[in-house]
């Protein structure tokens, strides 16, 4: 019975690793979102979207860089909170912008990815992190 009272406990039960988890599996699936249109930039198929004064190809540029090498950063915890900003802007962008119009089932995927980023930013990196390795060394 006592080994069953961290159900009830308010301590946080492996919680580096339940952090380094979470960050691993959104950093993974959203890369895998990224790859497509880091694949679609360098053959030069740019698409027709743009937004605010950045015309198409720094557009797409910037999705990738918030799809595919920020969540890189994030997955390592190295920057956390800084990479997740570019992250978190990019899903501003695509929820509220690009499908806003459209059915829930369109924008829900975006809602999961923005919560999950700003949740990322809100707790950090953890432990179990590059960051936690450099500010041991700095402490």
Excluded: C, Q
């Excluded at 962008?93 to 995927?109: C, L, N, Q, S």
């Excluded at 980023?117 to 936690?132: C, E, H, Q, R, T």
């Amino acid at each position: 019975m006592n080994r069953l009272l961290f159900l009830f406990s308010t301590k946080p039960y492996l919680g580096d690793y339940a952090n380094l988890l979470f960050r691993l599996v959104v950093g993974l699936s959203l890369m895998t979102h990224g790859y497509s249109k880091l694949v679609r930039l360098l053959e030069g198929r740019i698409w027709n979207r743009t937004h605010l004064f950045f015309n198409e190809e720094t557009s797409l540029a910037l999705v990738t860089f918030g799809e595919f090498f920020a969540p890189l950063f994030v997955i390592l915890g190295l920057g956390t909170r800084l990479f997740s900003i570019p992250i978190i802007y990019t899903f501003i962008i695509i929820v509220f912008d690009a499908h806003w119009g459209d059915p829930f089932t369109k924008m829900e995927k975006g809602i999961l990815f923005l919560v999950s980023y700003v949740l990322i930013f809100m707790i950090g990196p953890g432990k179990i992190s590059l960051d936690n390795l450099i500010s041991k060394k700095y402490r």
